[in-house]
């Protein structure tokens, strides 16, 4: 399945590339994986994705990342 998807990492990723999340959209589900364990894939929509991004943005999971 992962051969024929054309995944995307964020141009922020680390430089070896081990340390990125990776995203696709197949098929109009959005596709997730770390680059690091890509046989893991979660699924969601680009409206769940959209408001995961909104709250990025805004600030709400600034405390994970601490």
Same mark, same amino acid.
Request: glycine share 10%; charged share 25%.
């Given at each position: 399945?992962t051969?024929? *998807?054309?995944?995307?990492?964020?141009? $922020?990723? /680390?430089?070896? /590339?081990?340390?990125?999340l990776?995203? &696709?959209n197949? &098929?109009?589900? *959005?596709? %997730? =994986?770390?680059?690091?364990?890509?046989? %893991? *894939?979660?699924k +969601? +929509?680009p !409206?769940?994705? =959209? &408001? $995961? *991004?909104?709250? %990025? =943005? !805004?600030?709400? $999971?600034d405390? $994970? &990342? =601490?």
């Amino acid at each position: 399945m992962t051969s024929e *998807i054309k995944w995307q990492k964020s141009s $922020f990723s /680390g430089g070896g /590339g081990e340390q990125c999340l990776e995203l &696709a959209n197949a &098929a109009g589900e *959005i596709l %997730v =994986r770390e680059s690091d364990d890509p046989n %893991v *894939i979660l699924k +969601t +929509t680009p !409206a769940k994705l =959209r &408001a $995961f *991004i909104q709250g %990025v =943005r !805004a600030g709400e $999971f600034d405390h $994970f &990342a =601490r």
